[in-house]
């Protein structure tokens, strides 16, 4: 006789259920639903990128969980100075990780049962990923959750499609994330031109779906703790708006009245500008991709992924431009 038994109360109440059962199954299946319960408490997380918006989020609702009872480590470059970002957070530990340092991935990933994986901007080296993700296996990762981007799977050429491709060779237990456009790119990646006062993209009218990072931070943290529930699956995680970019300049306008203007330029000229600004040349390159290559696609599909997991509706952009803009 099989029992599917998620916890020890459960173990009991299906033991009280059953009529006739002896002493030594009834062992058997708490024992089980123990060892369960006890390697979902034990569990180590380590979170790459965990500085940057979306790690920060994540960390935010790991630790803020009241079913987290494992280990939650931030995978950084400068540990003291993490230990001042982080300084809300007494329960986080700490593992010095760097993407472009091999030498750091072995001591980091040690005892790491779950694997918060992200791709930095800057770095589209596949071979680097391969290498990382072999480094991970022979630490006995085996579960991995990946930040990648939404239509990654109808657009192989992306970094991100590659390494969804890569994980997926390597055999390892997954869940995708695919977000939609970041609402805090406009006071991330546009700050310098939000403080000009003029948005300048290559994008023209092409819809975009704005998704705010808390929520992926919410809706990461949740798979993270319930890993097995989404197994091998692509969350798409959106908000509930596709608006363009003229669109949401004049919603900026709306709220905070500060006379933003926006500008489509051609490819050469927008290069041209960004140069000007001090941007890398990979950067820019990444930045037309996001921007321009939307203007010949569908408009995003909206998901319900947020409000299915966490019972919540998206945050509206308004609401974010409402809640950060009167701080720039």
């Known amino acids: 006789m099989k029992f599917k038994i998620e916890c020890v109360n459960c173990a009991l109440l299906s033991i009280n259920r059953i009529k006739k059962v002896n002493v030594f199954t009834a062992g058997t299946v708490i ?3 123990y060892q369960s319960r006890q390697k979902k408490m034990n569990q180590r997380i380590l979170i790459t990128g965990s500085t940057g918006n979306v790690g920060i989020e994540t960390i935010h609702y790991l630790l803020s969980s009241a079913v987290n009872n494992g280990e939650i480590m931030a995978g950084v470059r400068d540990i003291e100075k993490s230990k001042t970002l982080f300084s809300n957070y007494p329960n986080l530990y700490y593992r010095y990780f760097d993407f472009e340092n091999a030498d750091s991935w072995q001591p980091a990933f040690t005892e790491i049962d779950m694997l918060f994986l992200l791709r930095p901007p800057q770095i589209a080296n ?10 991970a ?29 890569l994980i997926q060779a390597k055999g ?3 869940v995708f994330l695919r977000p939609s ?11 310098a031109d939000i403080k000009n006062r003029k948005i300048v993209l290559p994008a023209a009218n092409a819809p975009f779906n704005w998704v705010d990072v808390a929520n992926i931070g ?51 000229r927008f290069f041209l ?19 321009f290559l939307p203007r010949f696609r ?6 319900d992924t947020y409000h299915r997991i966490t019972g919540k509706n998206p945050t509206l952009l308004s609401e974010y431009i409402g809640k950060t803009f009167p701080v720039l």
């Open 31 to 33: 024992f089980r639903a």
């Open 126 to 135: 596949l071979q680097l990923f391969d290498s990382l993700l072999d480094t």
């Open 137 to 165: 296996l022979r630490n006995g990762i085996r579960k991995i959750v990946f930040l990648s981007v939404q239509d990654a799977d109808r657009m192989s050429y992306i970094p991100h499609a590659k390494i969804e491709k």
């Open 172 to 174: 390892m237990p997954y």
């Open 181 to 191: 456009y970041f609402m805090q790119n406009l006071t991330t990646t546009l700050a």
């Open 218 to 268: 919410e809706v990461a943290a949740s798979v993270l703790l319930d890993f097995e529930t989404y197994t091998h699956q692509a969350l798409e995680i959106t908000g509930s708006e596709n608006l363009s970019f003229p669109e949401v300049v004049s919603l900026i306008n709306a709220i905070t009245h500060m006379g933003l203007s926006y500008e489509s330029p051609s490819l050469l």
């Open 273 to 291: 500008y960004k140069k000007r600004q001090g941007v890398t040349t990979p950067m820019i390159l990444v930045m037309i991709m996001l921007h």
């Open 298 to 303: 569908k408009p995003p599909h909206i998901s």
